[in-house]
């Protein structure tokens, strides 16, 4: 996620990549639709329709094919994601230390459910059902690259609080 | 043959690499890799190696090493990186083996810790000594309850080995067997040696590998394929994605292996998308593997070639049930298919297709060096060899270990895990993943293998175990397990798809305070239908871990639907709590 925040895609950065991609046959363009769009993805935090239309092109295949897979899978966003992204683990080490009332605090004082962006655009949300790998420290949340354990409501707030001063001073938006 | 391509996730590779081109230049690279290896460990060498790995590095183990190196910059210490060892307890840790001294493993090292400990400061974070003596007060690090009983044979390099470094794996071993079947070995003989080893497959199911592998290779189309399934989505499993990050060329050698006996001309690895450190060693691994010959066409002149391609997965988890997963591969959505045909016959590309878990395949080198009796002679007699198996919940010692099949339960967690965290009291521990109910204390003695469990309505599956507290509440625990898979549905087929969502409407009146006895009924016909109904296995467990949670935890059920209690607090039950108000 090398630019979590990018609002436009440069679609000749899009092209750019797709040269990289290169198949043997019909048989293995198909297999590399959803690794293209994982590479779109990563890099600029989301998949635009045009972008989805020169994978489409380059991989042999229908704009629609492109769609079915960018909303049938959870990693992909079809729109930009905020300044920040914050994936809440909601695993099962997560869910027995409490990882619930981060999520519903996180609805409630924020406003932001699984996949949203808070309304200044500072925080996008997702949260993960799958294990982020360091239940030892559960609940927790990674914060654009970092970590942060052993959380409670009010320490994810802080938090929060901390990166939307960050933010705005930095102005970023 | 592709292994992905140099965009974000590019493994670094190795050029000094050369290309063999038979087993004899093969056997000597490994002889110069054995002695670079041993150079690590004579009397006057000094060594520090860091554990590396996606647990360890969200606990700053990076920097640590990064530290290291700069303090030792310019001197004659050699800085290496292994993985994390498993013991989630001790991250990040630094082994130090100093001239005159064997190896000291420390515990918890912060990266301002590093000077101290280099200056050897720091000798009461000393945790364990590498080998069989203690040193000094220190004493072995395998006579640790948490190591003690383990059998760590899938984990032996796991946290010793550097894994992005080929020349470590094959000084440890690797790709011996992998070279017996490319040489040595009939097809079929090594599928009788995994036959006899009675291997069941590690993904949940347990079905015998070399029954499926015996299958694969009678079938008669082409291309064939093996496929080996590491998207481990549940969400209380990470042990296949700890074989990627600590020891990538024995899950490798493994799926080699595995195409060679059936007769692949590809093998796919599908990882879960969510795990961009093990992708990214898996790669690395690969890449050299590739470059040193052991992958591509006539290996090693053996005349046989072998494929490989790495797909990365895109956060479903439905992906990981083997039909879903090959369309998932072939570019479309992952929804399963009913069966038959089965993927053997007709898989990927509609060509006959061997697919096993991770788990699965890594057991398969070291069945094919020390033979398949070598195997069932560990574990039970239904239930062979090892397994790995993680923890998670409220214990002292979180963290993934490999037990001999057959292990009691209890000795698992109060001994590996060390039992309940100060403060915490154990109520109950999920088994099987999403798939299962739980076990009570008075279930404990229970034995860790395929079948015991289900005595008791639990489950291995893939070896996920979560234990919980008091302060967790049975009802709403069934309702996150619910949710989960109501979420993770793909929608196919109707009794999944509505079935799960009224399944979670009753549960939410009954955590509201609005439920009834009748609800519970409901509940349990409603789950009968789900079950005999859906069209895969995602429906035909889900809702398993609700019904074990209303049969083990039935007072707690009963007191939400008749008296409007929450035990636990967590059930935001507002019925009763207004009409007491409005009293
Ligand atoms: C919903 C669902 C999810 C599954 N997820 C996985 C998984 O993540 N990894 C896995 O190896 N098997 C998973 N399986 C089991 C596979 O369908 C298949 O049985 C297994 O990969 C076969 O390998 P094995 O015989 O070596 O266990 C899943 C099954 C279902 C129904
Ligand atoms: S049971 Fe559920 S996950 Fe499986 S095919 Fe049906 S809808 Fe999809
Ligand atoms: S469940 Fe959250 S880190 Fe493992």
């Not at chain 1, 380059?58 to 959870?74: E, S």
């Not at chain 2, 087993?23 to 690279?29: D, I």
């Not at chain 2, 210490?77 to 420390?106: C, D, F, H, L, T």
Request: glycine share 12%; with cysteine; net charge negative.
């Amino acid at each position: 996620m090398s630019h979590p925040s990018s609002q436009t895609i440069d679609l000749d950065v899009v092209r750019e990549m797709m040269s990289h991609i290169t198949y043997a046959d019909h048989q293995e363009g198909q297999e590399l639709i959803l690794f293209a769009l994982q590479e779109i993805n990563e890099h600029f935090g989301w998949v635009s329709l045009e972008a989805a239309e020169i994978v489409a092109d380059h991989l042999g295949t229908t704009v629609n094919r492109v769609y079915a897979l960018l909303t049938f899978y959870a990693d992909f966003r079809t729109a930009p994601r905020g300044d920040n992204f914050m994936l809440v683990c909601h695993g099962m080490s997560c869910y027995v230390a409490g990882s619930m009332r981060l999520v519903q605090s996180l609805r409630d004082r924020h406003g932001v459910s699984d996949g949203e962006t808070t309304a200044d655009g500072a925080l996008t949300i997702q949260v993960v059902d799958g294990c982020l790998g360091i239940c030892d420290r559960a609940p927790l949340v990674k914060l654009n690259q970092e970590f942060h354990g052993e959380l409670t409501v009010e320490t994810l707030n802080d938090l929060i609080g901390r990166l939307r001063l960050a933010t705005s001073s930095g102005g970023a938006r | 043959m592709t292994h992905g391509h140099p965009l974000t996730l590019t493994p670094k590779l190795a050029p000094s690499l050369p290309n063999l081109t038979s087993r004899a230049e093969f056997e000597s690279f490994r002889e110069e890799a054995e002695r670079q290896w041993s150079s690590y460990s004579t009397p006057d060498a000094w060594v520090v190696t860091v554990g590396l790995d996606s647990s360890s590095i969200g606990k700053g183990a990076g920097d640590v090493l990064a530290r290291v190196r700069e303090q030792l910059a310019g001197t004659d210490a050699v800085v290496r990186q292994a993985s994390g060892n498993g013991a989630n307890w001790m991250e990040p840790w630094v082994e130090i083996k100093r001239p005159g001294q064997p190896p000291i493993v420390y515990a918890n090292i912060e990266p301002s810790d590093v000077p101290d400990l280099l200056a050897d400061r720091l000798g009461h974070r000393a945790i364990g000594v590498i080998g069989d003596a203690p040193y000094g007060d220190i004493p072995p690090l395998q006579e640790l309850p948490f190591f003690k009983l383990q059998k760590r044979i899938l984990l032996r390099n796991v946290g010793v080995i550097d894994p992005e470094s080929i020349e470590d794996a094959i000084a440890r071993g690797a790709y011996s067997g992998y070279m017996k079947v490319l040489f040595d070995l009939s097809q079929d003989e090594v599928i009788e040696e995994v036959t006899r080893a009675n291997l069941r497959g590690r993904g949940g199911a347990g079905f015998p590998a070399g029954i499926k592998w015996a299958s694969g290779k009678r079938a008669r189309a082409r291309p064939k394929y093996v496929v080996c399934n590491s998207h481990e989505g549940e969400p209380n499993v990470y042990k296949d994605r700890r074989i990627h990050e600590g020891d990538p060329h024995r899950l490798l050698e493994g799926i080699l292996i595995a195409c060679v006996a059936v007769g692949a001309d590809i093998g796919y690895n599908y990882i879960g998308g969510e795990y961009p450190l093990a992708i990214q060693r898996f790669r690395k691994a690969a890449a050299d593997a590739e470059r040193l010959g052991l992958i591509g066409k006539n290996v090693l002149g053996s005349g046989k070639d072998v494929g490989l391609r790495i797909r990365a997965g895109g956060g479903a988890y439905i992906c990981g049930e083997g039909s879903a997963l090959m369309y998932s591969i072939m570019g479309v959505r992952g929804q399963p298919r009913t069966k038959p045909p089965r993927s053997v016959e007709e898989g990927l590309w509609k060509r006959p297709t061997v697919a096993n878990n991770s788990e699965t395949l890594a057991n398969i080198p070291d069945i094919v060096n020390n033979g398949g009796d070598w195997y069932a002679s560990m574990g039970t007699g239904k239930s062979t060899g090892t397994k790995l198996v993680t923890v998670m919940g409220p214990v002292k010692r979180m963290g993934l270990v490999e037990v001999e099949m057959g292990t009691p339960f209890r000795r698992v967690i109060e001994d590996i895990w060390g039992g309940m965290k100060d403060g915490h009291t154990f109520k109950g521990v999920q088994t099987g993943g999403i798939s299962a109910g739980p076990l009570l204390e008075q279930h404990l003695d229970v034995p860790l293998d395929f079948d015991s469990m289900a005595e008791y309505g639990g489950m291995l599956g893939s070896g996920g175990f979560v234990v919980y507290d008091d302060t967790t509440c049975a009802v709403d625990y069934a309702r996150y397990m619910m949710a989960f898979n109501r979420y993770e549905s793909c929608s196919k087929c109707v009794p999944c798809r509505l079935g799960n969502p009224a399944i979670i409407e009753i549960i939410d009146r009954i955590r509201l305070g609005r439920g009834s006895e009748a609800d519970l009924a409901l509940i349990e016909r409603t789950s009968k239908h789900i079950i005999e109904l859906s069209l895969c296995g995602l429906g035909q467990v889900a809702p398993m871990p609700l019904l074990g949670m209303m049969q083990k935890h039935h007072e707690e059920f009963l007191e939400h639907v008749r008296d409007g209690v929450c035990r636990c607090g967590t059930c935001p039950i507002e019925s009763r709590v207004t009409a007491v108000a409005a009293d």
